[in-house]
C-alpha cells in the first residue's frame, strides 16, 4: 500500500509554522513527511529558508512521523558533516529518517564563492561524497584526495541502522545512474509517460528499495483563489534543468517568472479546486508503482490543505 506524506517547503514557510504543519498533518492522518534543504528561496515572494538540519532534530521529536530531507553535500556541505548529522538523527530516531542525495542547484551553492561545476562534475562529486558519507556511517576513518578531500574522518556516534541513502533524479538518465548508489529514488511529478521511464529507468538498471515522488499541487475552496495561490508561489519553479540547476539568485528566477501564466504553472502543478481531480490524479501516481507519495500545496498556509485533505482525500485512497 502507497504511503501518503507531506512535504515540508522552508522556502515558502517559517520554520515554526512549519512544525506545527507536520503537527497537525500527523493528526489529519498523513504517514510521512518530507522536507527541502535551500540557502535561498526560488523567489522572494515565497520569502523563507530555514536551517532543515535544525528543524529535523525538532520535527522528529514533535511526531512519530519519518522525515527525509533533500540535500546536496559536495559544495555548501561537507560530506563528512552531512554523514554526522545523518548518523545523529539516525541515532536518536532510530528507522524514522532517510536522506536524499543530489548535485544540487547554484542558487544554493554559490554562497560559498567557489566555481560552479558542470553537471558531470557534480555528479561525479557527488558520487564521491556518497562513498564518504556511506563509508562514515558503516564505521571507517575516512581519507580521500579526489573532488572531495576528507582527513582521517571518523563518526564517533553512529545508528544501528543506518538511514536510507535516496538518489534524488528528474532526468531518466539521472535515475538509472542513481540506481547504481542509491537505497531508493525520489522524483517530481510530471507527465505519467515521463513518470513510468524513470521508474522504468531506475529499475531496469538494478534500482532498489523504494521509488518515491513529491507532488507539487494547490488546491483551495475555488479554482481562482487554487491559481492565484499557484501563480503566486510556484511561477519561479517551472524552469527545467539546465536552468533550475544554474541560476544565481533569487532576483533571477524572479526576473525570468515576470510573464509566466498559469497555463505554464498548471503544466508542474496540479491545480484544482476539486478535491475528486486530486484524489484521481494521486490514484493515478500511485497505480505507476510509487511507494511514498509526498503531497506539497504550494501555498503558504497549510492547515487548511492539511485538515481537509485529512478528512476527505486521504481516505479515499485506501
Known amino acids: 500500500m502507497t504511503d501518503y506524506g507531506i512535504h515540508a517547503s522552508h522556502e515558502q514557510i517559517p520554520p515554526a509554522e512549519l512544525l506545527a504543519a507536520v503537527v497537525a498533518a500527523e493528526r489529519a492522518g498523513f504517514d510521512a513527511a518530507m522536507c527541502s534543504d535551500h540557502f535561498s528561496p526560488w523567489s522572494a515572494r515565497q520569502g523563507q529558508s530555514a536551517f532543515a538540519w535544525s528543524w529535523l532534530g525538532a520535527a522528529l521529536q514533535a511526531t512519530n512521523l519519518s522525515f527525509g530531507v533533500v540535500n546536496a553535500p559536495g559544495q555548501r556541505y561537507h560530506p563528512a558533516i552531512i554523514a554526522q548529522a ?100 525520489v522524483t517530481v511529478n510530471a507527465p505519467e509517460e515521463h513518470l513510468r521511464a524513470m521508474l522504468a529507468a531506475y529499475r531496469d538498471a538494478g534500482g532498489r528499495g523504494p521509488a518515491a515522488l513529491q507532488v507539487h499541487l494547490s488546491w483551495a475552496p475555488t479554482e481562482a483563489e487554487a491559481e492565484a495561490i499557484a501563480l503566486d508561489q510556484w511561477r519561479s519553479n517551472i524552469f527545467p534543468p539546465p536552468v533550475c540547476w544554474d541560476l544565481e539568485t533569487v532576483e533571477h528566477f524572479d526576473v525570468i517568472s515576470e510573464k509566466v501564466t498559469i497555463a505554464q504553472v498548471r503544466q508542474v502543478v496540479n491545480v484544482s479546486a476539486d478535491l475528486e481531480r486530486h484524489v484521481e490524479l494521486l490514484r493515478g501516481y500511485a497505480a505507476l508503482g510509487f511507494d511514498r507519495i509526498y503531497l506539497h500545496h504550494v501555498g503558504q498556509d497549510l492547515i487548511p490543505f492539511v485538515e481537509t485533505f485529512g478528512a476527505k482525500v486521504l481516505p479515499a485512497l485506501r
Open 86 to 185: 545523518i548518523g545523529t538523527l539516525g541515532a536518536m530516531y532510530p528507522g524514522r529518517f532517510w536522506a536524499a542525495l543530489g548535485s544540487g542547484e547554484y542558487s544554493n551553492e554559490h554562497i560559498t564563492g567557489e566555481p560552479w561545476p558542470r553537471k558531470e562534475v557534480r555528479e561525479a562529486r557527488l558520487l564521491e561524497c556518497v562513498g564518504v558519507i556511506r563509508g562514515m556511517l558503516g564505521g571507517e576513518e575516512v581519507t580521500r584526495d579526489g573532488l572531495v578531500k576528507v582527513d582521517r574522518a571518523k563518526l564517533w556516534t553512529r545508528p544501528a541502522t543506518t538511514p536510507a541513502l535516496i538518489g534524488a533524479a528528474v532526468s531518466t538518465k539521472t535515475a538509472a545512474w542513481c540506481a547504481g548508489w542509491a537505497d531508493g529514488l
